[in-house]
């Protein structure tokens, strides 16, 4: 069975940091590449941070450059999240997704929801001013 488990989220300060964590099984980790993504109250989700380890590539939306990032630990099939510098503006429900790394970036760029097969149940971040 495929799952993507996101952990890590729950409410902060602005200006405190969070580790989220994307728990990868039943598929083959190497094959794919993981998005982070977010999606806040009445807004559209956004694809937030990219990794494939397959090409060694990270990718950031340009509005979480500077404090968001993406890593990895392949051993233990977990993508991590770190957050920085947390803004009331952060708060949202985070997922994360995989990708097939031949489509990863490629046609579609790398935060196209069609790109991705398998979607986490996300973990709530919510940051307090």
């Known amino acids: 069975e495929v799952q993507l488990v996101e952990s890590g989220g729950g409410l902060v300060q602005a200006g405190g940091s969070l580790r989220l964590s994307c728990a990868a099984s039943?598929?083959?980790?190497?094959?794919?590449?993981i998005g982070w993504f977010r999606q806040a109250p009445g807004k559209e989700r956004e694809g937030i941070a990219g990794?494939?380890?397959?090409?060694?590539?990270?990718d950031y939306a340009d509005s979480v450059k500077g404090r968001f990032t993406i890593s990895s630990d392949v051993a233990k099939k977990i993508v991590y999240l770190q957050i920085n510098d947390l803004r009331p503006e952060d708060t949202a429900v985070y997922s994360c997704?995989?990708?097939?790394?031949?489509?990863?970036?490629?046609?579609?760029?790398?935060?196209?929801?069609?790109?991705?097969?398998?979607w986490g149940q996300g973990t709530q971040v919510t940051v307090s001013s």
């Open positions: 997704a995989a990708a097939p790394v031949w489509a990863y970036c490629s046609a579609y760029g790398c935060f196209s929801a069609r790109i991705y097969d398998y």
């Open positions: 039943g598929f083959t980790f190497d094959d794919y590449a």
């Open positions: 990794i494939s380890d397959n090409d060694g590539r990270t």
